[in-house]
């Protein structure tokens, strides 16, 4: 069975400094596919970011990018240049064959002025 | 573009009272579609997933039943309603090809 991990419940940044949220995975399939998404306190869910286990560069989309690093199993979120608008919960997920998410249970990013 | 509404946004009900969520996906067609629950502080966990009209597949036991009986709707139901079904409900689509969900805005369930 799929299991994502993330052992940080909250973080603390302070604004333009950079962060990164831990996630690591547990799965015995070759291909899957990472995922990271951001709800804020409105509660809906924003896709962020996205590797695949058999990309070899670790993806970026603007200000976020994911450390994917397969030996270890883990696939940490970057965010460079924080903003006040950065506060919010994160989750981390995971899929194998079809698309069925399985998540974490979240970071809560608060971002200081 | 592709758009997903959940209604209602909130939504408290009685113990033993039946429920009716609604998710519709406007723009895209023959979408996968998901339901999900987020209890309070705790990450997603999926309850189904469909494929196609009248295609349900069922992850977890439990007290809820889920319908599609249109290629973008899908509905979430419940004969009584027990106090743990309380939480936060999310809908999600993806193109069947694809491979990021598209969440809705969620419904917030209190049953009292």
């Known amino acids: 069975a799929q299991k994502i991990t993330q052992t940080q419940p909250g973080m603390f940044v302070q604004e333009k400094e950079a962060v990164t949220l831990d996630c690591t995975y547990d799965?015995?399939?070759?291909?899957?596919?990472l995922f990271w998404y951001k709800q804020p306190s409105s509660g809906e869910m924003i896709f962020l970011i996205y590797?695949?286990?058999?990309?070899?560069q670790n993806a970026t989309e603007g200000r976020y990018s994911l450390n994917f690093q397969k030996a270890r199993k883990s696939a940490n979120l970057v965010i460079s240049a924080s903003q006040l608008g950065d506060s919010a919960m994160y989750f981390c997920a995971m899929t194998t064959g079809f698309q069925k998410l399985v998540f974490g249970t979240g970071t809560r990013l608060l971002v200081s002025p | 573009s592709q758009t997903i509404h959940q209604w209602p946004a909130t939504l408290v009900q009685p113990v033993g009272s039946p429920l009716s969520l609604e998710c519709t996906v406007e723009g895209t067609s023959n979408p996968n579609l998901y339901w999900y629950r987020q209890a309070a502080g705790r990450g997603l966990q999926l309850l189904f997933y469909s494929v196609g009209i009248g295609q349900i597949s069922s992850e977890v036991p439990q007290n809820l039943s889920a319908s599609r009986p249109q290629d973008r709707q899908f509905i979430l139901s419940s004969k009584k309603l027990l106090l743990s079904d309380s939480g936060f409900y999310l809908c999600?689509?993806?193109?069947?090809?694809?491979?990021?969900?598209?969440f809705g805005p969620g419904t917030r369930l209190t049953v009292t």
């Open positions: 590797q695949g286990s058999y990309d070899e």
């Open positions: 999600a689509w993806s193109s069947s090809g694809g491979r990021e969900q598209y």
């Open positions: 799965t015995s399939d070759q291909s899957y596919g």
